[in-house]
């Protein structure tokens, strides 16, 4: 899929997408939010084993595109919001792992994209921040991934100051998993990428759906549906080999 703003490529077993409008900063305006969409509906459809996502230019996103914003009425801005949260969830309803790798600024919705990836690989020279706390529109959307990814405390810190945060501090956050030299960014996120994706592929991608589906759940409940989910899957034929060659001390041939 070869587009004006998004690119989406195969490599190996993995899809490459690639927000490819830098002379933007790669801004989610409605028209890339729907490429996004169609991206990853696809993506979620087809047999690829991962994802990694990353960006053009030293801008990773700048968040919402204010040219599409300004003047804008109530239900055109309220529709932008909902496509970008459909977007957004769609990354996490798919099977496949999501991987952002981040080597410039994130901010704003931006900033919700990274947060709302499976995992994030960040340049030490990465940024990242909701920079609606210093000016007149709140991240109302954004405050939602990024609470969800740093806590309650760090979270109200981002939003209400509007302030960046360096690499570091976003990786001690938990808002990406690891930092590395900015020459080691590609490689490092395909690797981790890689290691999170081995096994079974039909096993991994329950797991994913299954782990949001629990988290906002109390404890009982995520561990009755938990429970349900494991038992259902122990009979798939991946989860039997897996058994089997494991007391055979061999290596499992998985369906997928």
Known sequence: MEGRNVRVTTRDA??????????????????????????????????????????????????????????CDLAGTRALLVRCAEMMQRIQRIPQPVLASVAGLATAAGCQLVATCDLAVASSEARFATPGGRGGWFCHTPMVAVSRAVGRKRALELLLTGDPIDAATAADWGLVNRIVPPADLEAASWELLERATRGSAFSKG????????????????AYDYATEVMASASQHPDAQEGMRAFLEKRRPVFEE
């Open 206 to 221: 329950l797991g994913k759906q299954s782990y949001y589906a629990q988290i906002d759940l109390d404890q009982p409940k």
């Open 14 to 71: 993995f899809a490459h997408v690639t927000l490819a409008r830098p002379e933007r900063r790669n801004t989610l305006s409605l028209e890339v939010i729907e490429d996004l969409l169609s991206a990853f509906a696809e993506i979620g459809a087809g047999k690829t084993r991962g994802v990694l996502l990353d960006a053009e230019g030293p801008v990773f996103s700048a968040g919402h595109d204010f040219a599409d914003m300004a003047g």
